[in-house]
């Protein structure tokens, strides 16, 4: 065969420009190393081994994943680091390659040591074409679990010498942690023994801690022992729903609450811990700077606590999150200086705190996805909390030592000069006469401050923070009161919703502030076109809803409708800007259209829908 020349001196031109493509390649071919099981006892981490596709949308089904993952689509989950994607609103697909080596079919345990995690599918392809399917989640009763455990665990079977690739679907509203374990039922069980044992000495000693405190309210009535009971139960609460043990033993057909029970029981028991703060500090004399912050921080807990009535569930859980690192630093700071004027009790509450908060802030940021999930972030806040409920009594114990002596003091102090105070109160009547009543003002001022504190919390409960209008809890108040007028008086109720026509691409252009700013302002011209007996509320978003009371014909609703859309067509100057939207609106009324309040809303629904179907800046009548 003839060769040119110039052929031998091409040839390395040619390797190197192959060596090249293949390395352009190789990261897309990149996989984990599949599993191999050789042994049918033990355990086996699946981190090293996991394979991560994201899925943003949360619409890829098993077909398109497995396309993705022949296509090279999936990372390798140590590029990760570990599997802790904070809160995120994407769902995760998880390619966990399996090998099995051994001589016969062999059970398995699939452990994802998290039990808050809202839903896990698995998808178990088969050579033969058949997939396995298997579903579980705190979303669902605890009876309809694939395996009854704390943890969600999902059974699995090998034949003999089979090789396939497992597939997780993973997507929660609060923090997406996934510690993957492997184990033979054996050791599983061995493996539930230890832990069950641990929890059982962790609840039976919070149990013991929280009814001693209990009965020493009882003999001693002072509220800080009554505090610490709430403290302590609202711990067990979030504990229980962190641990598993409360879906599984003691509310395991309410999933509902199971979902929810995590963040309200720890924003409670950031609650309880800032009051008893407070109280045992007495933050409000010792430094009120400080009181201040505490309350505030409080404040936050109790709207995170309420978090399912009030917000969405991942605000709420990222809320007590952030809520509970900043107040494991002021609780600290708070100590340290109660322990610098030589408090009673002030040196057990700074260790107690330190060691409970620092727990609670790596729980927090490990949440967050800002440490990684070890033993102590996924468990030290139980040892510390643990050890905190321990130097918490110590430190109520040494209170009241402290008072005890100092009342010996005083009467000690009293019995030598009881002649001289008689002699005193004999010649200063009037002045304790002036302190009594100082003191009695004093009361009267904080009486007054507990009742603005309260009543504020109220108004947060009912009002949306934005605008001032009332939010969805006050809105459904005052549609059943207008139903209870109509029927009593043979009027009509009016719903109007009200939808924005042109926010969004406000809100995308100029930022969301001015975007807030244009919602107040929206706010107050339909506050100002209906009665003062009418309702005007926030659903959310740019969504509106106004509740017409007493009205006498349907013509009345009508015009308010008119009215108002007219009203939001006006444009609106912000910052030098001429800002421009316009409403659709949607009117029912009862009795025509529902005797209810969600069938009056959907009918609204429908009519405002109606209403954008007819080109917007318009309202439509329920059958129009």
Do not use: C
């Amino acid at each position: 065969m003839f060769h040119s020349p110039s052929a031998p001196r091409d040839r390395p031109a040619l390797l190197w420009q192959a060596l090249l493509f293949f390395l352009l390649l190789l990261p897309a071919v990149v996989r984990a190393h599949p599993l191999v099981l050789d042994q049918d006892d033990g355990s086996f981490a699946l981190v090293p081994h996991v394979e991560v596709l994201e899925d943003p949308g949360g619409k890829l089904d098993l077909a398109a994943v497995r396309q993705a993952a022949a296509a090279g689509r999936f990372a390798p989950a140590h590029a990760l680091g570990e599997l802790n994607f904070g809160y995120s609103s994407s769902a995760f697909w998880l390619r966990i390659p399996l090998e099995s080596r051994l001589q016969r079919s062999s059970p398995w345990l699939l452990e994802i040591a998290f039990p808050s995690l809202d839903r896990v599918e698995l998808f178990l392809p088969r050579a033969d074409g058949r997939v396995d399917y298997q579903l579980t989640g705190d979303r669902l009763p605890f009876a309809e679990r694939p395996y009854p455990n704390r943890n969600l665990v999902l059974p699995l079977e090998l034949g003999p010498g089979e090789s396939l690739a497992l597939y997780l679907r993973v997507e929660s509203e609060g923090s997406l942690t996934l510690p993957l374990t492997l184990w033979t039922p054996d050791a599983f069980r061995l493996h539930n023994q230890d832990a069950y044992a641990g929890f059982s000495l962790y609840y039976g000693m919070l149990l013991a801690l929280g009814l001693y405190n209990l009965l020493l309210f009882f003999a001693l009535r002072e509220r800080i022992y009554l505090v610490y009971v709430a403290f302590a139960v609202s711990m067990a609460v979030g504990q229980l729903s962190l641990n598993g043990l409360g879906n599984e033993y003691i509310w395991p057909a309410f999933p509902a609450w199971g979902n929810v029970a995590l963040p309200s029981g720890f924003a409670a028991t950031g609650f309880f811990g800032a009051i008893f703060t407070r109280l045992f500090l007495n933050t409000r004399h010792s430094n009120p700077r400080a009181d201040k912050l505490i309350l505030a921080l409080a404040a936050g807990f109790a709207v995170a606590a309420l978090g399912p009535v009030l917000l969405p569930y991942r605000w709420a859980a990222i809320l007590t999150s952030l809520l509970g690192a900043a107040f494991s630093a002021v609780a600290v700071a708070v100590g340290v200086h109660a322990q610098l004027r030589r408090h009673p009790g002030a040196r057990y509450f700074l260790l107690a705190w330190s060691l409970l908060l620092v727990g609670v802030g790596m729980m927090a940021l490990r949440n967050l996805g800002w440490l990684p999930t070890t033993l102590f972030t996924s468990y030290g806040m139980q040892i510390g909390s643990a050890l905190e409920m321990l130097l918490l009594s110590f430190a109520l114990a040494d209170r009241i030592q402290a008072e005890r002596l100092a009342r010996e003091l005083a009467q000690g102090e009293a019995l030598h000069s009881k002649q001289d105070l008689v002699n005193a109160l004999r010649s200063n009547e009037q002045l304790l006469e002036a302190r009594v009543a100082e003191r009695t003002r004093d009361l009267a001022a904080a009486n007054d401050r507990l009742l603005a504190n309260e009543q504020q919390l109220q108004r947060m409960a009912r009002h949306d923070p934005l605008t001032g209008l009332a939010n969805r809890l006050l809105l459904d108040d005052r549609i059943s009161h207008g139903l209870a007028v109509g029927r009593r008086n043979g009027t009509r109720l009016a719903l109007l919703l009200i939808d924005l026509d042109g926010f969004k691409p406000i809100n995308d252009e100029h930022g969301h502030a001015v975007g807030d700013q244009l919602l107040v302002v929206l706010a107050d011209r339909l506050q100002r076109s209906v009665r003062a007996v009418d309702t005007v509320a926030r659903l959310g978003g740019d969504e509106f809803v106004l509740v017409l009371e007493d009205l006498a014909a349907v013509e009345d609703g009508r015009q308010v409708a008119a009215k108002v859309v007219a009203e939001m067509s006006r444009p609106v100057v912000l910052e030098g800007r001429e800002l421009l939207v316009s409403a659709s609106a949607g009117l029912a009324f009862y009795p025509e259209d529902g005797e209810d309040a969600q069938t009056l809303l959907r009918r609204a629904d429908e009519a405002m829908y109606e209403a954008k179907r007819a080109g917007r800046n318009t309202f439509r009548q329920v059958g129009q």
